[in-house]
């Protein structure tokens, strides 16, 4: 009998593909997402649609906050946290008790669950948000952390939350700090989904602040990459940082994304900068190298095709309904 694996955040951006590739290596995937409706669900929906009726696939939906987790994880051999209330702008919000119900309060309760279970691998999806605002590059391990957003300080709780089960009851944690990721069912709310929506539509293309920052893009078939040899590590390091191996001025990126739209003469239009955002990122992947044999190999521009053949090919699937 294959090994169940349980994925939280099932069907989202990164969860999605997660989900396949470990149904593709013969694992059971039990999937659990709450569907929570910061962007359109039906998204969500097309994101799992062709998993959906594989046998080895189980789908709970349902918020981590209330579900009898214990009874779920007993039997699995990894678990990949990837549930989150997601993105920097709204975290400054009145909706700061989404995050921290979503990203701290979901963290401590599914890690209290899996507390003496038979697990060989609890993997927590963090995010370089964790580093804040720094010049110094590229950012490493041991790095100081200091949010620059509400958000990044629930994804830091997040973290120290899995390592401090992980000192005190043994769980079998490591965080993997995500770099910028982009790529095929990326968020609506994301920059680069955005920015092919509007080029498609022929709208102005929107960048907040004067497009000079710079940011370490990560392609998520990398990401998944890097969370299966997680799943398999057995070193002692408990935080990688997980990134493209290089970082790109957000300008030179546009260049290259308004260069494979359809439409030519793409407006693009300057806005003010927003608050929490970081003027640069850049991951040292150097221990993920080292001890996880990660090794990113998808470029910017293969990477940018896809995503904007994702987001025609999703659109049209939205429009027939």
Not at 32 to 55: A, Q, W
Not at 254 to 282: C, R
């Amino acid at each position: 009998m294959s090994e169940k694996v349980v994925v939280t955040g099932a069907a989202g951006f990164i969860g999605s593909h997660l989900c396949e590739a470990l149904l593709n290596d013969g694992y059971q995937v039990l999937g659990i997402d709450s569907f929570n409706p910061n962007y359109d669900v039906r998204i969500k929906r097309i994101n799992i649609d062709e998993i959906s009726g594989n046998g080895d696939f189980e789908l709970i939906e349902s918020s981590l906050n209330d579900l009898d987790l214990e009874k779920h994880v007993a039997d699995a051999g990894a678990v990949f946290h990837l549930a989150a209330q997601p993105g920097v702008r709204d975290s400054w919000s009145r909706r700061f008790d989404e995050y921290i119900d979503a990203n701290i309060r979901a963290t401590q309760v599914l890690c209290e669950a899996c507390r003496g279970k038979p697990l060989k691998r609890f993997v927590y999806a963090s995010s370089s948000s964790v580093y804040g605002d720094t010049e110094q590059l590229p950012m490493n391990e041991a790095h100081p952390t200091k949010p620059h957003s509400p958000y990044g300080v629930t994804k830091l709780s997040g973290e120290a939350l899995c390592l401090l089960y992980k000192r005190n009851f043994g769980l079998p944690a490591v965080a993997l700090r995500f770099f910028t990721v982009y790529g095929p069912r990326q968020r609506p709310d994301m920059a680069f989904h955005k920015f092919i929506a509007g080029g498609l539509d022929g709208n102005p293309i929107e960048i907040y602040g004067n497009g000079t920052q710079t940011r370490d893009f990560t392609f998520v078939s990398d990401i998944v990459d890097a969370c299966m040899r997680a799943k398999d590590y057995h070193g002692e390091e408990s935080v990688f940082n997980i990134g493209g191996g290089s970082r790109i001025a957000l300008n030179d990126a546009l260049d290259i994304l308004t260069g494979a739209l359809p439409n030519e003469g793409v407006e693009v239009i300057f806005s003010d900068p927003v608050k929490g955002d970081v003027m640069h990122t850049y991951a040292d992947i150097a221990l993920a190298r080292n001890e996880l044999g990660y090794e990113p190999k998808m470029g910017m521009e293969e990477g940018i095709v896809r995503e904007i053949e994702w987001v025609g090919s999703m659109r049209r699937k939205l429009h027939s309904e």
